[in-house]
């Protein structure tokens, strides 16, 4: 949790907002975005902020409604994103708990919202974007999820050793992915990657993902 200003903690003194946002939007040629949670503490805080935004130009929000206090806990309550959309003119842009090209469909629906933002979705399925697009299946099957494990892994594994040097850093950073991974199917295989201290075992590991 950002305990100073900095991030969603600015949103403990709201009263900064309504110099900075005009502030920001005086000096921005461009599309000028604001990125924040629901509040703080109270998931309603977002609600007494539109007017500002509004009166200040901005161009489209994009929400993420957890509190800052609650972190990652529990679940993004998408219907303040709903109640956002329809109380202001701004586009907002849905943003939180989207894994599945399924799940990001209805979310849009239901919130109206005008797109989504996906963060750990993303990192666990790359195709995610392709997926909501109705460019490739919505779901991959075992096979396909491997497939896909397989080479997303190896060329992550590729490109860090291209910009990272010493095997555990380099390892520690294509295991950061599994954070954001929850397949049940392929929890042991992922148990056992996790637990690779050689680069050449991870190769070895992953070439046998199936
Ligand atoms: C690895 C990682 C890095 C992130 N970095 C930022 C950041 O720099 N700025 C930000 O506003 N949010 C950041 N976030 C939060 C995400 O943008 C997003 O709001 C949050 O993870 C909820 O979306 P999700 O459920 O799709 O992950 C980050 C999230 C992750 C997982």
């Given at each position: 949790?950002?305990?100073?200003?900095?991030?969603?903690?600015?949103?403990?003194?709201?009263?900064?907002?309504?110099?900075?946002?005009?502030?920001?939007?005086?000096?921005?040629?461009?599309?000028?975005?604001?990125?924040?949670?629901?509040?703080?503490?109270?998931?309603?805080?977002?609600?007494?902020l539109?007017?500002?935004?509004?009166?200040?130009?901005?161009?489209?929000l994009?929400?993420?409604?957890?509190?800052?206090?609650q972190?990652?806990?529990?679940?993004?309550?998408?219907?303040?994103?709903?109640?956002?959309?329809?109380?202001?003119?701004?586009?907002?842009?849905?943003?939180?708990?989207?894994?599945?090209?399924?799940?990001?469909?209805?979310?849009?629906?239901?919130?109206?919202?005008?797109?989504?933002?996906?963060?750990?979705?993303?990192?666990?399925?790359?195709?995610?974007?392709?997926?909501?697009?109705?460019?490739?299946?919505?779901?991959?099957?075992?096979?396909?999820?491997?497939a896909?494990?397989?080479?997303?892994?190896?060329?992550?594994?590729?490109?860090?050793?291209?910009?990272?040097?010493?095997?555990?850093?380099?390892?520690?950073?294509?295991?950061?992915?599994?954070?954001?991974m929850?397949?049940?199917?392929f929890?042991?295989?992922?148990?056992?990657?996790?637990?690779?201290?050689?680069?050449?075992?991870?190769?070895e590991?992953?070439?046998?993902?199936?």
């Amino acid at each position: 949790m950002t305990t100073g200003l900095t991030g969603g903690g600015i949103l403990q003194q709201p009263e900064l907002l309504q110099e900075l946002i005009p502030a920001l939007r005086s000096v921005i040629s461009g599309s000028f975005s604001v990125k924040l949670r629901s509040g703080y503490a109270d998931p309603q805080q977002i609600f007494t902020l539109l007017p500002l935004f509004e009166t200040a130009g901005v161009d489209f929000l994009v929400l993420h409604p957890r509190t800052v206090v609650q972190e990652y806990e529990g679940r993004a309550d998408h219907t303040v994103t709903a109640r956002v959309v329809q109380e202001t003119g701004i586009p907002v842009i849905a943003n939180g708990d989207v894994r599945t090209a399924t799940e990001g469909l209805q979310l849009l629906e239901q919130t109206r919202a005008a797109g989504l933002m996906l963060g750990r979705g993303a990192i666990a399925d790359p195709l995610l974007f392709t997926r909501l697009r109705q460019r490739t299946v919505a779901q991959p099957d075992r096979s396909e999820r491997a497939a896909m494990l397989r080479f997303y892994l190896t060329g992550l594994l590729e490109r860090y050793q291209r910009i990272f040097c010493g095997e555990q850093q380099i390892l520690g950073k294509v295991k950061s992915v599994f954070a954001c991974m929850d397949d049940p199917a392929f929890a042991r295989q992922i148990k056992g990657l996790k637990k690779a201290v050689a680069i050449r075992k991870f190769q070895e590991l992953l070439a046998s993902l199936s």
